[in-house]
């Protein structure tokens, strides 16, 4: 059939009709919550690069996430921010640290809850960046020693899940057999599988306090112009044990996102980063744009590309749209 017979827009002349027959469509169970958490009780440290976004204490963690439970949001995910850096990032490891004492926290008080932690030094380390220094640059190797050790540490508190994102090769296998052999083979893991290199990330380095001393992270993320890299990426991680693979940023890397879910039909996740949410919280600002109109568009866009999970910091926003 074709015009004038076959008229698409007669199944768009209502918002009845459009619900009915729309193909992707958003839930808050799609969403992760990053949380920022440091020290001290009562801290709600405003970011601001990144409006209505916060430096939590572990009570306020607790708060924030209890809100975004009520929700429907499932999961949340947990970045340290420690009072003491050293050159290991020996805080990602402590069973006393901070991302340890809030897993705990948010265990006892919403056992439901899935509590996810990031694996990486770079929060921890006072070179900012994401592994051991030797010669001047991240050695990968020793590094993933350290991630496995932050992992069992992280499980050995209840975490639910645990996400490497530091992009050392091999960091997968590592921390498979860490946790294996601690006695954790049930703790799944999402990788940061293709993460790239990006100029997105600059309003988290702020938010995290993990901005590199010196040089970049160019030597282990990927670069942004490597498409079959990122496959080739996610097909190692995939090999070596994950659960899940996440494509990192979402909105830049939408077409990854697609080819990942396409190619290996695996459980995929994509962060909605923080630049991404910048960018919208400031058009919102500046008039140039219906901020919840383009906060939702983005979210959709996404998990139409073919994401199963977004890890982004409108969860709680995007939640209260979506629940009327």
Partial sequence: ??????????????????????????????????????????????????????????????????????LGVPSVILFGIPDHKDALGSGAYADDGIVQRAIKALKDALPELCVTTDVCLCEYTDHGHCGVIEGGDVSNDPTLELLAREAVSHARA???????????????????????????????????????ASTFYGPFRDAAESPPK????????MDPGNGDEALREVELDVQEGADIVMVKPALPYLDVIRRVKDTFGYPTAAYNVSGEYSMVKAMDRLGWGDGRGLMMESLLSIKRAGADLILTYFAVEAARVLNG
């Fill in 158 to 196: 209840g975490a639910d899940l645990v996400a490497p994102s530091d992009m050392m090769d091999g960091r997968i296998a590592a921390l498979r057999a860490g946790l294996d052999g601690e006695g954790f083979g049930d703790v799944p893991i999402m990788a940061y599988a293709a993460k790239f």
């Fill in 1 to 70: 059939m074709q015009f004038p017979q076959l008229r698409l827009r007669r199944l768009r002349k209502t918002e009845t009709l459009r619900r009915m027959f729309r193909e992707t469509a958003l839930s808050p169970a799609d969403f992760m919550l990053p949380l920022f958490v440091r020290e001290g009780r009562g801290v709600r440290n405003p970011i601001g690069s990144m409006p209505g976004q916060f430096q939590l204490s572990v009570d306020e963690t607790v708060k924030a996430a209890r809100e975004a439970w009520g």
């Fill in 214 to 221: 010196f040089g970049d992270r160019r030597s282990y993320q």
